[in-house]
């Protein structure tokens, strides 16, 4: 009877060991799955980012280097080869992490402070080209590049194809002659203004107030004479940083399709630095392309703020819904990635810096994202616009430069006393 007890003991205990392992393995293989799917996605995500470059449409960092080191490439504290996390800046962006993030191509933004126009802002504006220059020439992993082909031709080489973006058309100075210098120095875009009025163009700050109290209601003449010769230059216009009007007023003038180089949509985070879907409808008709600011202010506030939460937080999947929304009101054809790494103080949870660029990917791919859709947004979208700009160029290539002068009644050029002027003298003093 003990036997027959002891047996039955043993039985059990052996029973249950088989019930915990036969558990075990139910939930160690979906995990295991999972793990295995999850791993796949990156390579995947990984292997698509080495078929198409990911070109980004806005990088701060050389603001960082002129205000950290006086543009001192040659300072230890600014070296791009070792890793600047912790020790450079707010640390979004070195050549380590810029391999890791499998970036292709970067618009490395030339910008200077809305306080230096109508004082010294061109002197700034070529500081500014010049250390993204001379940082494409001094580190092997960059090549600088100002044509669409050039992106694809550095891309092959296995470089990463540096190009120049001024942001602010404060840093024009309002003159044409300048315009045509920033574009035969190697700029590629200018955004039509930053956070500032320019004497011909409303930013977007006068959206917040009534239209009764918007200094131009879009842009001036003058500035649209300035949108002409851009398009004649076969220089980008960019629509990040203006109003809602100048938005509108740019679509239908260019002759040449346009680009919003780091804005989100306004439908998820109803910021005016975010672009409405009006205006997203207008810029599908004129194939042009909104590159996401991965900013959290532009990302995380009403109606989509996660509750609990402020617009200094934000995650990568919020990242995606923009996405997701600019791709569906204003079609894959539209959409990329303007990160504005180093320009900003707060990013998104999982998108820390441009090594995270191949886990925004991955969030895409599991959304159903098809392969197409992804070269697309990687690079191949801009690709097209920065290609539609040169065939425009290339189409008025008779057009004579533009030889008009900005008139000295408008915004701060009204009594501006820091400017010289000449009015047809008939001859030179001795």
Request: with cysteine.
């Amino acid at each position: 009877m003990a036997n027959m007890d002891r047996n039955r003991i043993v039985m059990i205990v052996v029973g249950s060991i088989v019930i915990v392992a036969i558990v075990a393995v139910a939930i160690a293989i979906p995990v295991s799955r999972n793990n295995r799917e999850s791993t796949s996605t990156l390579e995947h995500a990984q292997d698509l980012m080495t078929e198409t470059p990911l070109v980004d449409g806005h990088n701060d960092l050389p603001w960082q280097i002129k205000n950290r080191v006086n543009n001192q490439l040659e300072n230890d504290t600014s070296n791009l080869n070792s890793d600047l996390k912790g020790k450079f800046a707010v640390s979004h962006t070195d050549i380590p992490r810029l391999k890791t993030g499998k970036v292709g191509a970067q618009f490395w933004a030339a910008y200077t402070s809305c306080n230096s126009q109508y004082k010294d802002t061109i002197r700034h504006t070529i500081d500014q080209i010049d250390v993204i220059k001379r940082m494409c020439d001094k580190y092997d992993a960059f090549e600088f590049v100002d044509s669409s082909e050039g992106i694809r031709d550095a891309f092959k080489r296995g470089k990463i194809g540096g190009l120049i973006g001024v942001e602010g058309g404060h840093s024009m100075d309002s003159h044409m002659a300048v315009l045509r210098a920033l574009y035969a120095l190697g700029t590629r875009y200018m955004t039509i203004t930053h956070s500032c009025n320019t004497p011909w163009s409303d930013n977007w700050l006068m959206d917040e107030l009534p239209e009764s109290e918007r200094e131009f209601n879009g842009l001036t003449n003058f500035g649209r004479d300035i949108i002409k010769e851009m398009n004649r230059l076969g220089m980008i216009i960019d629509l990040s940083h203006v109003s809602v009007d100048v938005m509108k007023q740019v679509l239908e003038l260019s002759e040449a399709p346009v680009m919003f180089s780091h804005t989100s949509a306004f439908t998820l985070c109803n910021h005016y630095r975010n672009v409405n879907d009006e205006v997203l409808a207008i810029v599908k008709d004129k194939q042009g392309v909104v590159m996401v600011n991965f900013y959290t202010k532009y990302i995380n506030c009403p109606p989509s703020l996660i509750p609990g939460t402020n617009d200094s937080y934000a995650n990568l999947t919020q990242v995606a819904d923009h996405l997701d929304h600019i791709k569906k009101i204003c079609g894959e054809d539209c959409v990329g990635m303007g990160s504005d790494y180093d320009g900003v103080n707060t990013v998104p949870e999982g998108l820390e810096d441009v090594s995270k660029f191949p886990d925004l990917i991955v969030e895409l791919l599991n959304r159903g994202w098809t392969d197409d859709q992804i070269k697309k947004l990687l690079g191949e979208n801009i690709l097209r616009v920065f290609k539609g700009v040169e065939d425009t160029r290339d189409k008025l290539s008779k057009r004579l430069p533009d030889e008009s002068s900005m008139p000295r009644d408008s915004g701060g050029e009204v009594n501006n006393t820091c400017r010289t002027y000449v009015h047809n003298p008939p001859g030179r003093e001795q």
